[in-house]
């Protein structure tokens, strides 16, 4: 039986923790597999995701900046990826590639695991970002209930854009407003690149926020980002970029390697080990 094959696309991607968090799981299971990255330049994707089959992968990851422009590029797109409108989990089935998005369920997951408090529907949430990533938090939010999420993006027209193709209650609000925005927030998620190793970090100021409420950062490398080590000294809880990681790569693992994997504390600990 030859040995299954998938991996992560992105520009860059070297950064990305995802073939550790997949080399564990597929050492646990004692499976014969492998997961690799897989750099690929933005005009490059359509190439590399057509010869997917014939490189003999059973599928592959997606992170920026690939999940938008993959939309258009597979055969096939589940209801819950068109309706977010991002793809970061394909597919491949005899010649055809099913696009999915199982980053919203990972970053549920992940606030429920380490804010189990945190109750969506009781305040406003802010979002900062527009991309990929803000679309699968919008729909986390949005599907829980929240009644008030504040979108804020350096770039205002795409935040719009993205409230319009969501609808209430999602509504874009002016970058220069960011910090305003937060004044009876229950929930902040950075959604952008900003803090992440060679990146800037993120120009917020926490001052208005909530004691409550809770300060969420999907960038993972560093773990504590510049955003929620202030948050922390200010008292919140903190929710860091991994576990969105660890949960949003069940699904992909499954249907690549026929195998549920379980998200451990000792996954988690080998995934923050040396690369």
């Known amino acids: 039986m030859t040995a299954k094959r998938a991996g992560v696309m992105g520009w860059p991607v070297a950064h990305s923790r995802s073939p550790r968090l997949h080399g564990y799981w597929l050492k646990h299971y004692s499976i014969d597999g492998s997961y690799v990255h897989l750099p690929v330049a933005p005009s490059d994707l359509a190439d590399a995701l057509s010869h997917l089959e014939a490189n003999g992968f059973a599928g592959v990851n997606l992170t920026v900046p690939h999940k938008e422009a993959a939309l258009s590029l597979v055969d096939e797109v589940s209801p819950q990826a068109a309706r977010i409108g991002a793809i970061n989990t394909i597919f491949v089935n005899n010649g055809r590639l ?3 998005n199982t980053d919203a369920y990972g970053f549920m997951a992940a606030l429920k695991d380490s804010a189990p408090a945190y109750d969506p529907t009781a305040r406003p949430a802010v979002v900062i970002g527009a991309g990929g990533a803000a679309r699968a938090v919008c729909f986390a939010l949005q599907d829980a209930g929240c009644p008030d999420i504040r979108l804020v993006n350096r770039t205002l027209s795409r935040a719009q854009a993205l409230a319009r193709d969501f609808g209430k209650p999602v509504a874009a609000h002016d970058w220069d407003r960011r910090n ?4 009876d927030a229950g929930l902040v998620v950075n959604c952008t690149t900003m803090g992440m190793t060679g990146q800037a970090p993120l120009d917020l100021d926490l001052a208005l926020l909530p004691a409550s409420a809770v300060v969420n950062d999907i960038v993972y490398t560093p773990l504590d980002t510049p955003l929620l080590a202030t948050a922390r000294a200010r008292g919140h809880g903190v929710v860091d970029g991994l576990g969105m990681l660890l949960y949003q790569a069940q699904a ?5 390697f026929g195998v549920k994997p379980a998200v451990t504390p000792a996954l988690r600990a080998h ?3 040396a690369p």
């Open 180 to 183: 305003q925005s937060l004044s």
């Open 252 to 256: 992909g693992f499954e249907g690549w």
């Open 98 to 100: 099913t696009g999915t």
């Open 271 to 273: 995934v923050l080990g």
